[in-house]
């Protein structure tokens, strides 16, 4: 394109050349002066404008060309920006899998006196009444309702109901969940339950008289009721209430499970 461009413009000044050298072949020497005169006055303009016009068509030829090149640099980095997240996307993949992979084997480490399954959690839904998670392990599973969920943190909830593949807990949080446990400090048995007010904590009753119960003590399953292990870590005890019937105080529990958090559980096959 350039070079035909050129070419064209070549061609036309050729043309007003020579019909200059015609027009003055036939004049006098006197009028030739006279005429070099007149024609270097009216050549030079053109000249110098046929010189601007062929510039810039070279110049936009150019510009064309490093548009070109840059629409081309441009669309190559693209890709590679496209290719590098993909990476990024398969390196952050490969580093849940293995910190998933890691808790498993955690939970087992911790929890090798018990037969377990472990499952992820793939849906939540807290409500005012219902606190239940759902995971990805079900009668195919081994899975059956009643089996106690535990998490690297503490105890989890129980089994509610099982289809082949998935499961529903009751978390102990849930307003109609209720587990036996004991106090660190005392063998004494006490009831925790979920509860409106508090949405993220327990609360513990039927705390005996006799009991001795300080902020701080930890608090673990009983074993009695015939569906959560003795021994596993609920939570700890944040704040007594003492009220004028002792029969009625009270304490609220902080459980070591985030549930908010909570991505990964085993489930008790066997007790």
């Known amino acids: 394109m350039k070079s035909s461009k050129t070419s064209f413009i070549g ?14 072949s036939n004049i006098g020497t006197s009028q030739m ?10 050549f030079m303009p053109l000249q110098n404008g046929f010189i601007y016009i062929k510039n810039k068509l070279t110049g936009n030829d150019q510009e064309i060309s490093d548009i070109e090149n840059l629409k081309n640099e441009n669309s190559g980095l ?28 955690n939970l087992k480490n911790k929890y090798a006196d018990y037969e ?4 992820n959690v793939i849906e939540r839904s807290y409500s005012n009444y219902d606190k239940v998670i759902i995971i990805n392990a079900g009668k195919n599973d081994g899975i059956e309702e009643n089996m106690p969920v535990i998490s690297e943190s503490g105890l989890v909830g129980r089994i509610l109901s099982v289809t082949d593949k998935t499961s529903k807990v009751q ?27 508090d949405e993220k904590n327990l609360r513990a009753t039927s705390i005996p008289v ?15 009721g015939g569906i959560f292990p003795k021994g596993i870590l609920i939570g700890t005890i944040s704040q007594v209430v003492n009220t004028k019937n002792e029969l009625d105080r009270y304490a609220t529990v902080n459980p070591a499970t985030d549930f908010s958090k909570l991505e990964t559980v085993l489930v008790i096959t066997n007790q």
């Open 78 to 105: 693209r890709e590679e920006n496209s290719k590098l997240k993909e990476q990024v996307r398969e390196l952050e993949i490969l580093k849940s899998e293995n910190n998933t992979l890691k808790e498993y084997v």
């Open 33 to 42: 002066y006279m005429a070099q005169t007149a024609v270097s006055k009216l």
């Open 116 to 119: 377990t399954v472990p499952a």
């Open 210 to 224: 006799e009991a001795s119960i300080l902020q701080g003590d930890d608090v673990v399953t009983s074993g009695f």
């Open 11 to 24: 061609i036309i000044i050729t043309v007003i050349v020579l019909v200059i050298m015609v027009v003055m």
């Open 171 to 197: 978390t102990i949080i849930d307003t109609a969940s209720t587990v036996s446990a004991t106090i660190s400090t005392s063998e004494e048995s006490i009831l925790l339950k979920g509860t409106l007010a």
